[in-house]
């Protein structure tokens, strides 16, 4: 196994990857809130953590990746009541489609999905264990929250000072009814017009957002587990807070590493419903197809931004292009030279470096490059090592055999390459043009034009 370094943004440094129990690693990365489709930048944190966890799988390691559904929220209640429909039935029809978009994704499913809504007896028990300690007290009418006070090293994580650290509980704060601004919600009394409540010691009513990732998390991996991810956006309040009540409960790391991917950015800004500037996940899939999409993702370091622009898009469609046509020049019978073994070298260690995927790639067009010099020089190349670097991108489908065209695409590929002939261009870019409405691109190669579906 290689030393893997991954950023920890408690400590602001690189972190060695030194598991809880050997060759077990347990991750934990924040999911969705189901209130409605998500967006591509909801998707990015799902395809960083899914590709980390291939990654630590090819190093050997067992791997327990947890990505939780929150479907017990604020906004699923309001989105609910836009629509005139239970909340219940909004988040199970959220819950669904959220799988079908990730499901389309295809780097495979989290082993474990917990819910919210599945998980309010452990959610309850942290609570209470929190009030025994006095870091958490009731308030109002059956309201309970953290007291922030009790926890010397509050703010440890996104390195705020305590007066600019308001969690947005404006209700609360109007109503006199926190010991301090800082203080955030861990149950909340059931409300007017609010069609789902749990019983609880405090009255009825439902988990904080916070709390209910601390008791899933726990209640899966331990507390001290590997890693704990999400998107750059949860540190405050949301990590920080995950951070207090488990130490505060605990008197143990909630997570050993903390690892937060960089937000995806559409004309600028951050994509997020609430600004309105978003590129719902299962549109850009339909636009521009799965591997580009990845390929995308890949293409930046996950602790920085990422922007979602047509150029970004053309060069992740060009890069799978890229690969395609190099997997048609390979000779499945022939041998690697002993040289990919450094290109692939290159790769795993940018990978085990914080996971730096730019570099990974840059390594994979490097030999894509060399071995085409080769080829073009009449050697036979095999596939070699390039398979699993491609699955441990996701990207493995490239090397897959292509659906075999129809008698009617052929024969306007024919018809395409007589054109040619004659030059007449006219012609031969007009059956292009039809073969791509069938889904059929054409790709030409040292060997001939080949027909690959578009995908």
Same mark, same amino acid.
């Given at each position: 196994?290689? #030393?893997?370094?991954?950023?920890?943004?408690?400590?602001?440094?690189?972190?060695?990857?030194?598991?809880?129990?050997?060759?077990?690693?347990?991750?934990?990365?924040?999911?969705?809130?189901?209130?409605?489709?998500?967006?591509?930048?909801?998707?990015?944190?799902? @395809?960083?953590?899914?590709?980390?966890?291939?990654?630590?799988?090819?190093?050997?390691?067992?791997?327990?990746?947890?990505?939780?559904?929150? *479907?017990?929220?604020?906004?699923?209640?309001?989105?609910?009541?836009?629509?005139?429909?239970?909340?219940?039935?909004?988040?199970?029809?959220?819950?669904?489609?959220?799988?079908?978009?990730?499901?389309?994704?295809?780097?495979?499913?989290?082993?474990?999905?917990?819910?919210?809504?599945?998980?309010?007896?452990?959610?309850?028990?942290?609570?209470?264990?929190?009030?025994?300690?006095?870091?958490?007290?009731?308030?109002?009418?059956?309201?309970?929250?953290?007291?922030?006070?009790?926890?010397?090293?509050?703010?440890?994580?996104?390195?705020?000072?305590?007066?600019?650290?308001?969690?947005?509980?404006?209700?609360?704060?109007?109503?006199?009814?926190?010991?301090?601004? #800082?203080?955030?919600?861990?149950?909340?009394?059931?409300?007017?017009?609010?069609?789902?409540?749990?019983?609880?010691? %405090?009255?009825?009513?439902?988990?904080? /957002?916070?709390?209910?990732?601390?008791?899933?998390?726990?209640?899966?991996?331990?507390?001290?587990?590997?890693?704990?991810?999400?998107?750059?956006?949860?540190?405050?309040?949301?990590?920080?807070?995950?951070?207090?009540?488990?130490?505060?409960?605990?008197?143990?790391?909630?997570?050993?590493? /903390?690892?937060?991917?960089?937000?995806?950015? !559409?004309?600028?800004?951050?994509?997020?419903?609430?600004?309105?500037?978003?590129?719902?996940?299962?549109?850009?899939?339909?636009?521009?197809?799965?591997?580009?999409?990845?390929?995308?993702? @890949?293409?930046?370091?996950?602790?920085?931004?990422?922007?979602?622009?047509?150029?970004?898009?053309?060069?992740?469609?060009?890069?799978?292009?890229?690969?395609?046509?190099?997997?048609?020049?390979?000779?499945?019978?022939?041998? @690697?030279?002993?040289?990919?073994?450094?290109?692939?070298?290159?790769?795993?260690?940018? !990978?085990?470096?914080?996971?730096?995927?730019?570099?990974?790639?840059?390594?994979?067009?490097? %030999?894509?490059?060399?071995?085409?010099?080769?080829?073009?020089?009449?050697?036979?190349?095999?596939?070699?090592?390039?398979?699993?670097?491609?699955?441990?991108?996701?990207?493995?489908?490239? !090397?897959?055999?292509?659906?075999?065209?129809?008698?009617?695409?052929?024969?306007?590929?024919?018809?395409?390459?007589?054109?040619?002939?004659?030059?007449?261009?006219?012609?031969?870019?007009?059956?292009?043009?039809?073969?791509? *409405?069938?889904? %059929?691109?054409?790709?030409?190669?040292?060997?001939?034009?080949?027909?690959?579906?578009?995908?």
């Amino acid at each position: 196994m290689r #030393q893997i370094r991954i950023h920890d943004t408690l400590t602001n440094a690189p972190r060695v990857l030194e598991p809880r129990e050997p060759g077990k690693i347990g991750i934990y990365a924040c999911g969705p809130t189901v209130y409605g489709r998500i967006h591509v930048g909801n998707a990015r944190p799902f @395809v960083v953590f899914s590709l980390l966890k291939r990654f630590l799988e090819h190093e050997g390691y067992d791997v327990k990746l947890v990505v939780n559904v929150t *479907d017990v929220n604020d906004k699923i209640y309001a989105a609910a009541e836009d629509r005139g429909i239970g909340s219940e039935e909004l988040a199970r029809e959220m819950t669904d489609a959220y799988v079908a978009d990730t499901d389309g994704l295809a780097p495979g499913r989290p082993g474990a999905e917990p819910k919210a809504a599945e998980t309010i007896g452990p959610i309850v028990d942290l609570i209470q264990a929190l009030v025994d300690q006095g870091a958490a007290y009731p308030a109002g009418e059956g309201d309970v929250y953290f007291r922030v006070a009790s926890f010397s090293e509050y703010g440890k994580l996104s390195n705020r000072a305590l007066e600019d650290m308001q969690q947005g509980e404006d209700d609360a704060d109007r109503a006199g009814i926190k010991e301090a601004p #800082q203080d955030f919600a861990l149950w909340k009394r059931r409300k007017a017009g609010e069609d789902t409540a749990w019983p609880s010691p %405090w009255g009825d009513g439902r988990p904080g /957002w916070h709390i209910e990732c601390s008791a899933m998390a726990e209640e899966i991996l331990g507390v001290d587990f590997d890693i704990h991810g999400g998107g750059a956006d949860l540190i405050f309040p949301h990590h920080e807070n995950e951070i207090a009540q488990t130490e505060a409960a605990r008197h143990k790391p909630l997570a050993r590493i /903390w690892m937060h991917n960089g937000m995806v950015r !559409l004309e600028g800004e951050k994509m997020a419903k609430s600004v309105g500037n978003i590129r719902l996940l299962h549109e850009a899939l339909a636009a521009v197809g799965r591997d580009a999409l990845i390929m995308y993702f @890949v293409s930046g370091h996950y602790r920085q931004p990422l922007v979602y622009s047509e150029a970004a898009l053309a060069d992740a469609r060009g890069a799978v292009e890229r690969v395609r046509d190099f997997a048609l020049r390979l000779d499945p019978d022939a041998p @690697v030279p002993s040289e990919a073994a450094d290109y692939e070298d290159r790769f795993y260690a940018a !990978l085990a470096d914080d996971f730096n995927t730019p570099a990974a790639r840059a390594a994979l067009f490097d %030999w894509i490059t060399e071995a085409n010099r080769r080829i073009d020089a009449g050697e036979r190349i095999g596939v070699g090592p390039l398979h699993e670097m491609l699955r441990v991108l996701g990207l493995e489908n490239l !090397l897959e055999a292509d659906e075999k065209p129809d008698d009617d695409a052929v024969r306007l590929l024919e018809e395409r390459e007589e054109a040619r002939r004659s030059k007449d261009f006219a012609t031969a870019d007009a059956r292009r043009e039809e073969l791509a *409405d069938r889904g %059929w691109i054409v790709r030409d190669t040292p060997a001939g034009p080949q027909l690959v579906r578009q995908r």
